[in-house]
């Protein structure tokens, strides 16, 4: 597992630097199909986790409503951020400083071909990170991502992680969202995902302390590296190196 920190990088920079991974993981596949056939060797395929931060972003998922976007164009101009509408499954969401945003680009052959059991295993690296801080978080049933009182009848449910992938030919992208120093307020101007009797939170308001996300991706990678039976690989990569685009600048109603 290749982990590529790619600190604050723009949002529509980074989805199509995925697209570019998950392409060329879906070449090398059908190659190694080839080379099967004709009695080679296949070549190993690789499994990539991007780790990064985006400047203040709405993404809609493909399953989404419009209308839980609560801002027209001027009002995200007003809070600084912007609006895309991508190929994950799920509803809307929010990406900002402070959020640790991670984007496996999985072969999922190289792991466990179901999606259920992908999510499951992201939800608890997510759930053993949270209690390294002595916090308990959990799941609520049908609802994809790590809550707090996640318990049937709590008073209080809080979502501090939400999920949303993509997979093709068992090639995964996109990925989950920890709140860790988020600025929440930016949640007050959609439905997150599509969810409207629940709240959202984050590390820091539950500590009562910010927290550095460094030292949160230092605890969250044992955890991912365990349940996934993988070796990490840990390198830096500039956002320079992530494909140019204009477009987080504009918006895509």
């Not at 999510?119 to 809550?147: C, F, K, M, N, P």
């Not at 009848?153 to 989950?176: E, Q, Y």
Request: charged share 20%; glycine share 8%.
């Amino acid at each position: 597992m290749q982990v590529q920190k790619l600190g604050l990088a723009a949002y529509e920079a980074t989805w199509a630097y995925q697209e570019k991974l998950l392409a060329e993981t879906l070449a090398l596949k059908v190659a190694n199909r080839h080379a099967t056939e004709a009695g080679q060797a296949p070549q190993p395929t690789p499994n990539t986790l991007l780790l990064c931060e985006h400047p203040p972003v709405y993404t809609l998922g493909k399953s989404g409503k419009p209308e839980h976007l609560l801002l027209d164009e001027a009002g995200l101009a007003a809070h600084g951020a912007t609006f895309h509408r991508i190929n994950r499954g799920g509803d809307i969401t929010y990406h900002g400083p402070g959020q640790l945003v991670g984007y496996p680009i999985f072969d999922l052959d190289n792991f466990v071909t179901d999606i259920h059991r992908y999510l499951r295993l992201l939800e608890e690296a997510i759930i053993l990170t949270l209690a390294d801080y002595g916090l308990q978080a959990g799941r609520i049933a049908g609802l994809t991502g790590v809550w707090f009182d996640f318990e049937e009848g709590a008073p209080n449910p809080r979502k501090i992680c939400a999920m949303g992938v993509k997979c093709s030919r068992w090639v995964t992208m996109h990925g989950f969202a920890l709140n860790v120093n988020t600025d929440l307020s930016y949640f007050g101007h959609i439905v997150p995902c599509g969810i409207t009797d629940k709240a959202v939170t984050s590390l820091q308001q539950e500590l009562g302390r910010p927290v550095p996300l460094a030292e949160v991706e230092s605890r969250l990678l044992p955890h991912l590296a365990r349940l996934f039976a993988a070796e990490l690989l840990e390198s830096s990569t500039s956002t320079t190196l992530l494909p140019s685009s204009s477009a987080d600048a504009g918006l895509s109603l």
